[in-house]
C-alpha cells in the first residue's frame, strides 16, 4: 500500500505569496491532519479533515486554511507568506480512531 | 486539556549504551500512546503504540509499557545503535482519535 505522499516536497516563497501545498493520504484513509515543525517551536498542530469536513484546528491565524476532497486528498494554503511560515509541513492520515501515519513533508522556505 | 511532556534533550550516548526518553501525559479519557521516530529530513514514522493501561508497545529493540498509575509511557531500548541516531517523539491521541497531541521531541545521537 502506498503511503502519505505530499507534493511538493520543496518549495521557495516571497513574502507577500501565497502557497497551496498537498497531501494524498493512504488509500481508505478519511483523516488527514496537518502540522508545522519548526526549529523553534517544534511539532505544531494546523487543523484536522475527515470525510471533507474539518473537525479540529489549531492556534494559527486565518491565514492558514484547509480543505480535503471527496477522495480525501487534502490541500492546505497560506496567504501573504511571512518569514516565520518557513517550516517543515506534515501531512498525516489515520482511519477512525487509530495511528497517524506521516508524509515526508514540504520544505517551505521564506524570502 | 490533553498534553504530552517529554524528556528535553538532547541526548548523546556510546553505541551499546541503554537508552531512557521519558514521557509523562496528562489526559481525561483513557488516550491512546505512540512514540515515533523521526529521521533527518524525512516525516515522523511510527515506532510503536499501545492502546489500553498496562499494554507494552514493541518495535526494532524499543519498548514501551502504558503506565495510567503514574501517567508515564517511558520509551526504552536495551542496545542502542549508531542507526537509532533520531528524534523521538512521544504522543497520544483522544479517546475519539480526533486530536493528536505531540511532545517537544527528544533528539538522540549515538556514537560510536
Known amino acids: 500500500k502506498a503511503g502519505v505522499t505530499q507534493t511538493p516536497r520543496y518549495l521557495i516563497k516571497t513574502r507577500g505569496q501565497q502557497v497551496t501545498l498537498s497531501c494524498s493520504p493512504i488509500?481508505?484513509?478519511?483523516?488527514v491532519s496537518w502540522y508545522q515543525q519548526t526549529p523553534g517551536q517544534g511539532l505544531q498542530f494546523l487543523f484536522e479533515?475527515?470525510?471533507?469536513?474539518?473537525?479540529n484546528k489549531g492556534n494559527f491565524p486565518g491565514r492558514f486554511s484547509g480543505r480535503q476532497f471527496s477522495n480525501s486528498r487534502s490541500e492546505m494554503n497560506v496567504s501573504t507568506l511571512e518569514l516565520g511560515d518557513s517550516a517543515l509541513y506534515l501531512c498525516?492520515?489515520?482511519?477512525?480512531?487509530?495511528?497517524?501515519?506521516f508524509g515526508p513533508g514540504t520544505r517551505l522556505t521564506v524570502t | 486539556g490533553d498534553s504530552v511532556t517529554q524528556m528535553e534533550g538532547p541526548v548523546t550516548l556510546s553505541e551499546e549504551a541503554f537508552l531512557t526518553i521519558n514521557c509523562t501525559y496528562t489526559?481525561?479519557?483513557?488516550?491512546?500512546l505512540f512514540w515515533y521516530v523521526q529521521y533527518p529530513g524525512e516525516g515522523l514514522q511510527l515506532l510503536l503504540k499501545?492502546?489500553?493501561?498496562?499494554d507494552k508497545g514493541s518495535n526494532k529493540g524499543f519498548e514501551a509499557t502504558y503506565r495510567k498509575e503514574t501517567t508515564s509511557f517511558h520509551l526504552e531500548k536495551g542496545s542502542v545503535q549508531v542507526s537509532d541516531s533520531a528524534v523521538y517523539f512521544c504522543?497520544?491521541?483522544?479517546?475519539?482519535?480526533?486530536?493528536?497531541?505531540f511532545g517537544t521531541g527528544t533528539s538522540l545521537t549515538v556514537i560510536p
Open positions: 498525516a492520515s489515520s482511519l477512525w480512531e487509530s495511528e497517524q501515519y
Open positions: 488509500s481508505g484513509h478519511r483523516s
Open positions: 479533515y475527515f470525510s471533507e469536513t474539518q473537525r
Open positions: 489526559a481525561t479519557g483513557y488516550p491512546s
Open positions: 499501545a492502546t489500553k493501561a498496562d
Open positions: 504522543a497520544l491521541s483522544d479517546r475519539a482519535g480526533n486530536q493528536f497531541y
